[in-house]
Each structure stands twice: as C-alpha cells, then as structure tokens.
C-alpha cells in the first residue's frame, strides 16, 4: 500500500467490496490501517482484540475446502497476509505463527492447481492466491525460507499467466474480460512490491505484457471508470489506482489517453502527456479472445461497443458518453416454415476492418444443414451512427428472424405512432431507431416489427426465400436524432434485371440532412447497380450525397 502511494485501500482496487462476505470486509478495512508510515504506530487494545478476532475468523474459513476458489476467501487470504506484521504483537504467538503456516499452504497449494482460464472469479482467486500471495509474503518475511521458496514458485506461475491469460497484447480472453481491472489491480500490486525486493517475480517478457495489459484495461474502460462487460463484483477505477497502473506499466501514450477519456487530476503527474506522445488506436478486435471493441474515439463523449462473441447468444455492450445504452445478451430465434431452428454453435470472425471513418466487424455461425447468420456491427467515427445487422441464410422456405437487446439502466423505448422507426434513450440524450428492411409506414404489416418496452429491443423480419435480412440504423446524434427521419429499400439490379433480397439488398436512411446507403450482396457478387451507384463489392456503406448523387464510402468490403 505505501509503495503504491494510494489512499484508497489497494486491496480494493477494482472489485465491489460490498459483495464480499463481512470477514473480507473487515480484513480489508483493518488493513487499511497499515497504509503509509502511520501504520509502523501501536493499536490501541480495542484495534488489537478486533484483528485477532480478525485472524481467527480467518483460520476457521481456511479449513473449509470450498474456500479456496472463493474471490472473497482469496483477497481476505491477501488482507491477512498484509496484516500479520501488525499482528505480532497483537494476537498470541501460536496464533500468528497458524496464520502463516495457513497463509503458506494456500499459496503453495493454489500454485499446484491448473491456471484457471474459464471463468473470472476463479482466475482472480488463482492469481491472488497462487501469485500474490506468496510474493507478499516473500516480501514482508524474507527471512523464512519457505517463503523465498513460494516466490520462485510464483515468479514462474506469473510468467505462465501472462502467456496464457493474454493474447500478447494485453487483452483476455471472454471468458475472464470480467475481471480485467481487478486483474491489473493484482498485478500493480506485484509490479509494485517487485520494484522494491531483491529478486523481483517479474520477467522482461511478463513486465512487458503487464505494460499492454494497462493499454487495454484503458482501452476498455467507459468515461464513468467501469470496465466494459465487466462481472457484477467488480468496481471501476479511482484515481489512485489508474495512476499506479500507469506509473508501473502504462506509458505516456496510454496517460494521453487516460487523461482525454478523464480528465488530468485522474492522472496526476502524468497530465500533459498528449503534448508530446500520441494516443494508441481506442479499437480492437482479437479473434483468440473472441472480444472486439469498436470506439469512435478517446473522448468522454465518445461511443463504444464491446462484443464478446464466444457464446451463441452474442455479449453486447453500447455506450455514448456515460449512457449505457445496450448491455447483455443480443438474443435470437429463428423458424423456418415454423419450425424452430435452434441457435447454437461458435462465431466465426469474417472480416475485421478499423480506420478513421469506421470500426466493421462481421461474423459467421454456421447452424447446419445450410443454414447461418450472419452478423454485421459498424460503428461510424464522424457519422456519428450504429448499423446492427443480421443475415439469417437457408435452404428456400419461409424464413422467420427475431432479435432483441437489453436496454441499458433509465433507457427507454419510444415508438412512433405512424411509423416503425422510435427513440432509444433518457432526458435529452435520444437515439433514433430505423429499421431500414422494414416498411416505414404502421398500416403496412408485412415483413416484420420493431417493438420495445422499459427492459428490451426487439425486432423481427420474415420472408419467403433463402435469406432475411434484419438491420437496424441507430443514430448515435442526440441533436439530429430529433429531426425528421425516413427510410426506403432500394431496387438493386444487375444486367439491367433486378435482383432478388436473396442475391443483394440496398437501403437508404435519412436522419435531419445526413442520408447513408448500404449494400450487401446475400450470394455470389456481381456488377450491380443501386440508386445511381455501381459495385461488384460484397457489402458498401457510405454517406450520400444528394445534391451531387455521389456517394462518399465509409467502408467497401470487396469480399
């Protein structure tokens, strides 16, 4: 905590405190009282009695064996360690001396079990346990052997995670994104009480991973500090904590950015550092760990989608600025010719594409027997505008689609009376919904609806043929959400035939004086024609421009 610099406890960093058992609470609240130098002092006989209490509690959950892939056994595992100096004259000595004997089993214990990789509790418990712990105690006991021995053991346990947690640039895998700010916390600690022992736990390779796990930590955090996708026991960052991060791993193009998405004082010393050195790019995809994150900047007004593809039943998180907009499940059912076609199976990574116009991602799950979605999420940087996009393919029949997404905390659906399109959003930050493949107009009811209450979006397509398309415009303006909007499917021809919706579809959407038209060709591409433009690409998006009929591409994927 000293070498740290912080004021908020470090054992806290990063996790909701709140939803730990009492006996963690506790632990960690005593162990506040060893921050800084004020901590060398005596306690007073009422502080003495509360930790040896503290202690026996403790004791008594160790034996326990569920407890050791507890989140709130292993950080109040990592508080008495910590508190033990304090201890000793505190709390009997055959007591202390159980505390640390049962201190050093966990840690040598948790260290023979194979890294957990699966889900973010248990490989956060593994990590304070199995890395943490033994090279604090390393630290505060250097002269017990058997601690020296924990810290060889988990130098090479920190080594093997920073390979097997991380894609070699800092980001994890889905199933443990939940847990990344309490992951940097663990590992600030480490780098921390590394830089001040003798034989420090870090390799050059591990250190230099630490250093992207910072960047993507930044990266994937939202202007209010939380971690996008992250677990419900996780907190978002204080001010301490980041200029920790970035003082032991970051550089100064990742304190640019901290300070653009927060502010100076959350960066302390570090503040100026966009003078001189230039921000990382904010996207990522990473097809190992099935994560993709589309940002229209570094801003605190700026969007982002997080995408965690490696269930079915795709992960979705969409903010602007501090509104949450989308979080959970982008859920949907299919039929075909009323039979239900269940939705299982693994994302496939299509095409990934980032530039300063947009962020493109699509992706392929493959359903059997000739059938598959395929999905489409772009973020436009200056535009300004999301398009979420399913393409549900299958042999000819009458095809069925339904989608829907979780609204985020105080967002509301607001439909149009005449009209399919509606408003997404809370006070004066709202978000216009078109759903383009649609008919604009309520009194007509073919091909599908766009609905919605207080919790969720839904939207729907059918169609007799091989494919139904269900794509939805959302603009991401407050201001030109407001004005008046419109839509229309276009006529997409080829040899001057037109073509089916089962070989190409086109659309065009206006909202206030910006109109967007978009492409996709659903089988083999061709020389194809739309609203005065020409291509032979398998999907186009770009701003039109009305008065010279020319369009201005924001994406072109060629296929």
Known sequence: ATLCRAADPPLAWGLAVVEFPAATQELIALAGLNVGPAGKGSLKPKTQRRLADALATWLDWSGEAAARGDLGFAVASLAAAHLLPLAATATPPAQWWSCLDALARQGASAGDEPLATTAAASMLAQQLLAIELPVTLA?????????????????????????????????????????????????????????????????????????????????????????????????????????????????????????????????????????????????????????????????????????????????????????????????VELAVDGQPIPVTGTWEEACWFSDADVDFLELSLELGQGRRIDRQIMLAREQRFLWLADYFVAPAGEL???????????????????????????????????????????????????????????????????????????????????????????????LLEIKSPDDAVAFRAQSGKDQWLFYRSNGPRGNRTFMGQNTSSEFVAGRFCPESGLLDELVEIEG
Not at 176 to 186: F, H, S
Not at 202 to 209: V, Y
Not at 456 to 485: E, F, M, N
Request: aromatic fraction near 8%; hydrophobic fraction near 40%.
């Open 139 to 331: 630290y505060l006991f250097p002269e017990i052997a058997v601690a020296t021995d924990l810290r060889r053991r988990a130098a090479d346990r920190l080594a093997e995670a920073t390979e097997e947690l991380l894609n070699g640039e800092g980001l994890p895998h889905a199933a443990t994104i939940g847990g990344l700010l309490p992951l940097v916390a663990c590992w600030t600690r480490l780098a921390a009480t590394g830089s001040a022992m003798k034989k420090s736990p870090w390799t050059k390779r591990a250190a230099n991973q630490f250093g992207w796990l910072v960047r993507q930590a930044v990266r994937w955090s939202t202007p209010g500090g939380r971690s996008l996708l992250s677990d419900p026991a996780t907190s978002g960052w204080s001010a301490d904590f980041l200029q920790a991060a970035l003082r032991l791993g970051g550089d100064r193009g990742d304190a640019a950015a901290a300070e653009e998405t927060w502010g100076r004082g959350w960066v302390g010393k570090l503040a100026g550092a966009g003078k001189t050195h230039e921000t990382p790019d904010p996207s990522d995809s990473c097809e190992w760990s099935q994560l993709s994150l589309l940002r229209t900047g570094w801003s605190s007004k700026d969007a982002s989608v997080a995408v965690d593809s490696s269930s079915a039943q795709l992960r979705l998180e969409a903010i602007v600025g501090k509104q949450q907009v989308f979080c959970g499940q982008w859920r």
């Open 400 to 494: 069925r689609y339904a989608g829907s997404l979780s609204l985020g905390p105080n967002v509301r659906w607001e439909p149009e009376r005449e009209t399919r399109d509606g408003l997404l959003g809370s006070g004066d930050a709202k978000y216009r919904v078109l759903p383009v493949a649609l008919a604009e107009w309520r009194t007509d009811p073919r091909g599908g609806e766009l609905t919605g209450d207080a919790e969720t979006l839904r939207w729907s397509a059918t169609r007799t043929g091989t494919t139904a398309t269900a794509p939805l415009v959302i603009d991401l303006h407050p201001a030109r959400s407001l004005k008046p909007c419109t839509w229309r499917q276009l006529t997409v021809a080829e």
